[in-house]
């Protein structure tokens, strides 16, 4: 975490370790004895709520400051996406594991494009262009994947969650980060994304494409490229030109984003959006 400055005043670390030794009577066994900052039940407590947001904010930020990661390529998708000819583990019908398994493409697809964006990382340092995802099984798995098929380093804003969410093998343990609120994650998924590609998913999924999109529209956040991957799989699941059809959205709007259905298509509109050298990966 870099390099610690000296001060000739006694470290909170120290404290700790010194409370821990002092004799134990009622007085220091209370809770109304620990250090305010050592104790849990303090710090999880109703009135701490904003301090822990702010904390689970600064703990993230400060790593990524210290690492030089500037921007990121982020990658969203479906946790229950499997590999390519591996048994699609979520599906609960006959239909949705014949879906599932189809739409394992996509898994080597975002595979690919982590890939593609890692090594035009590696052009920078790892400053620029670093992939991040959820952190999770599936689209996120592969993105993390990806990168590391190259050797390069990736993050995961890994989620508390009662299932499918643990972090998965392949994201830099140094940036592997997890966290209690979702808003916070969302303000590090998108405060350094240069591109966000979304790949099919469930409502997690929806739920950062329209958020991402809101954003743009609004001009909250600058446009960027923002790809949707699988034109049949989206085709089915929303359709927009109903909006613009009812007049609550824009025509414009729909041009907000652009549906790709290969990682060698989607790298090439991030490669002109900023003018990127042709990258090649085997």
Not at 112 to 138: C, H
Request: charged share 25%; glycine share 8%.
């Amino acid at each position: 975490m870099g390099r610690k400055r000296h001060s000739p005043l006694r470290t909170s670390v120290e404290d700790i370790e010194v409370v821990r030794h002092v004799p134990q009577t009622p007085q220091s066994k209370s809770s109304a004895y620990r250090l305010a900052f050592a104790d849990e039940e303090f710090l999880t407590s109703e009135d701490l709520r904003g301090m822990r947001f702010h904390l689970e904010y600064l703990k993230v930020e400060s790593r990524l400051r210290m690492a030089e990661i500037d921007s990121t390529v982020v990658l969203f998708g479906g946790a229950r996406i499997p590999e390519p000819g591996k048994p699609a583990w979520a599906a609960k019908t006959e239909l949705a594991k014949k879906n599932l398994e189809k739409n394992a493409k996509y898994y080597a697809e975002a595979r690919r494009f982590a890939q593609l964006a890692s090594k035009t990382s590696q052009a920078t340092g790892y400053r620029d262009y670093v992939v991040a995802t959820g952190g999770g099984p599936g689209v996120m798995e592969a993105g993390n994947r990806g990168a590391a098929d190259v050797g390069a380093p990736s993050i995961g804003f890994n989620i508390v969650l009662p299932h499918e969410q643990a972090p998965n093998l392949f994201v830099t343990p140094d940036y592997s980060f997890n966290f209690h609120y979702f808003a916070t994650r969302k303000i590090h998924f998108l405060v350094r994304a240069k591109v966000v590609a979304i790949f099919p998913g469930g409502f997690g999924t929806l739920d950062e494409f329209f958020e991402t999109l809101t954003l743009i529209q609004t001009g909250r956040m600058e446009r960027i490229p923002l790809l949707l991957f699988g034109s049949e799989f989206w085709g089915r699941v929303i359709n927009l030109d109903a909006l613009v059809e009812e007049g609550t959205i824009s025509p414009d709007d729909v041009k907000l984003f652009r549906i790709v259905d290969t990682a060698d298509e989607a790298w090439e509109c991030v490669r002109m959006a900023y003018n990127l050298p042709v990258i090649a990966v085997d």
